[in-house]
C-alpha cells in the first residue's frame, strides 16, 4: 500500500476510534439547530433557542440559548404519518404547550404565535390526543401554517372548527389548547 494511502487509512482510523461520540453528536446537534431554524423565517429564528425533544425522563436540553425570546424545536425523527414537525413558538405559545404537557389548562394571558414552515405531518383535529385516525377526528394532512393561540376563545368565534386549506380554522376546538391554524402555502 503506498504510504500516502496507509497514513490516510490510519489517520480515519485513529478518527473513528477517537472522536465519532462527540463528532456525532456535534453532527447531530447541527442537523437539529438547522431543522428548528427551518420553522420560522431567518430573521427569527436566527436568535431564537434551540431545544431538543424531550430525553426519557422529559427534559428538552437547550442546543443553543437565543436572545429574542422565541424557541424553536427541530423536527422528531419523519415516521410513518408525520415527515416534519419543526416549529417556533413565542413566549405565550410556549407557555400555553408548557401547560398541555402537563395537562394542565393554560395560564396564559397574552396571545401566542408560532411558525410551522417546514411542517409536513398528518394531525387530527379534535384534541392534542388525537394520533390515529378515527372516523370523527377530522384527519388530515398539515402544511406550511403559522398558528395563534388566543387566551380569550370568543376571539375564535365565527372561525371553521374544521380543517381548512383556504384560510384559518380552528385546531382542537373544544379544549383548553384550542388555537387558530392558518396555512400559508
Ligand atoms: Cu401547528
Redesign the pocket.
Known amino acids: 500500500m503506498p504510504r500516502k494511502v496507509l497514513a490516510v487509512a490510519f489517520a480515519a482510523t485513529f478518527l473513528a476510534a477517537l472522536c465519532p461520540a462527540t463528532l456525532l453528536a456535534q453532527a447531530d446537534n447541527a442537523a437539529k439547530i438547522a431543522s428548528a431554524m427551518s420553522a420560522a423565517p431567518p430573521a427569527i429564528s436566527k436568535d431564537a433557542t434551540i431545544i431538543d425533544w424531550p430525553d426519557a425522563s422529559g427534559k428538552m436540553a437547550t442546543l443553543r440559548q437565543g436572545t429574542n425570546g422565541w424557541t424553536c424545536i427541530a423536527s422528531q425523527p419523519p415516521s410513518g404519518k408525520m415527515v416534519n414537525n419543526s416549529?417556533c413558538f413565542d413566549p405565550n405559545f410556549w407557555a400555553m404547550l408548557g401547560s398541555m404537557f402537563a395537562g394542565k389548562p393554560p395560564a396564559v394571558k397574552g396571545i401566542g404565535y408560532?411558525y410551522?414552515l417546514s411542517?409536513d405531518w398528518w394531525e387530527g383535529n379534535t384534541s392534542p390526543t388525537d394520533t390515529v385516525q378515527t372516523p370523527t377526528n377530522d384527519w388530515h394532512h398539515?402544511g406550511s401554517?403559522v398558528?395563534v393561540y388566543y387566551p380569550d376563545k370568543a376571539a375564535l368565534a365565527g372561525l371553521p372548527t374544521h380543517p381548512s386549506m383556504t384560510g384559518p380554522y380552528v385546531?382542537w376546538p373544544n379544549t383548553p389548547y384550542a388555537h387558530v391554524?392558518w396555512p400559508v402555502k
Open positions: 416549529a408560532s410551522m411542517n398539515t401554517h398558528m385546531m391554524m
